[in-house]
Nanobody, 120 residues
C-alpha cells in the first residue's frame, strides 16, 4: 500500500507549467523532511527537490529557478510548482520521505507516482 499519493501530472508543451501534489495515505506526514524525485524514460531515478522541517529547500541544478517546492501543513500537502517545463523534465514524479530509501529501493518505494510529459 502506497504511503504517499502523488497527483497533478499531465501532458504539456515546452514552457508550460504544472503543479504536483503529494499527500500522505495516513492522516499526516510521517517525517518532516520530504522530497520529490523523478524516474526518467531511461529508468534513471533522479533527485529533484526536498524540503526540511525548518523550511530549507534543495534543488537539483537542472530545475533551479524553474521549480519550487512547498508544504502546506494545514492541508498536509506537499507541492512542486514546475514552470518553464522542458522535454527533459519528462518522467514519473514521486514524493519520498527518506532519500536513502530512494537510493536503495528506487523512486517508487513510497508511492505510485504521477506522469509528467513535456513535448516540444
Amino acid at each position: 500500500e502506497a504511503q504517499l499519493v502523488e497527483s497533478g501530472g499531465g501532458s504539456v508543451q515546452t514552457g508550460e507549467s504544472l503543479r504536483l501534489s503529494c499527500t500522505p495515505s495516513g492522516r499526516v506526514f510521517e517525517s518532516p523532511d520530504i522530497g520529490w524525485y523523478r524516474q526518467t524514460p531511461a529508468h534513471k531515478c533522479e533527485f529533484v527537490s526536498l524540503i526540511t522541517s525548518d523550511g530549507k529547500t534543495q534543488y537539483a541544478d537542472s530545475v533551479k529557478g524553474r521549480f519550487t517546492i512547498s508544504q502546506d501543513n494545514a492541508e498536509n500537502t506537499l507541492y512542486l510548482q514546475m514552470n518553464s517545463l522542458k522535454p527533459e523534465d519528462t518522467g514519473v514524479y514521486y514524493c519520498a520521505y527518506d532519500r536513502r530509501t530512494v537510493v536503495r529501493y528506487g523512486c517508487d518505494y513510497w508511492g505510485q507516482g504521477t506522469q509528467v510529459t513535456v513535448s516540444s
